[in-house]
């Protein structure tokens, strides 16, 4: 079962950005879907966007798109969450998860997701 590792959290003033890494340590990366999910105390896990690994589509919730970009670098088996324009509202636990590539969507459903990693805090502040 693949193991993922986020780092890049930290806490950034409004209006700021902060890139998330999720590092893969071995998975079938040509067949997978890594998505990013966040979750804030007391709520459910909510999808943010995802990757189809093996073509590069990617997905986005409605409330990022526009101001978070998804990529990979293929090398290195590291998925990026580039989140710009921060708002308070997007404070919250970032997760990032692999599942098979049919996982890709954008309305992520986090029981389709098999390995997740530890959670990385972002914090915005207004």
């Known amino acids: 079962q693949v193991q993922l590792v986020e780092s890049g959290g930290g806490s950034v003033q409004a209006g700021g950005s902060l890139r998330l890494s999720c590092a893969a340590s071995?998975?079938?990366?040509?067949?997978?879907?890594v998505a990013w999910f966040r979750q804030t105390p007391g709520h459910e896990r909510e999808g943010v966007a995802s990757?189809?690994?093996?073509?590069?589509?990617?997905y986005y919730a409605d409330f990022v798109a526009g101001r978070f970009t998804v990529s990979q670098d293929g090398a290195k088996k590291t998925v990026y969450l580039q989140m710009d324009s921060l708002k308070p509202e997007d404070t919250a636990t970032y997760y990032c998860a692999a599942g098979v590539y049919y996982a890709c969507s954008i309305n992520l459903v986090a029981s389709e997701f098999r390995s997740w990693g530890q959670g990385t805090q972002v914090t915005v502040s207004s």
């Open positions: 990757i189809m690994t093996s073509t590069g589509t990617t």
């Open positions: 071995s998975y079938p990366y040509s067949s997978n879907c």
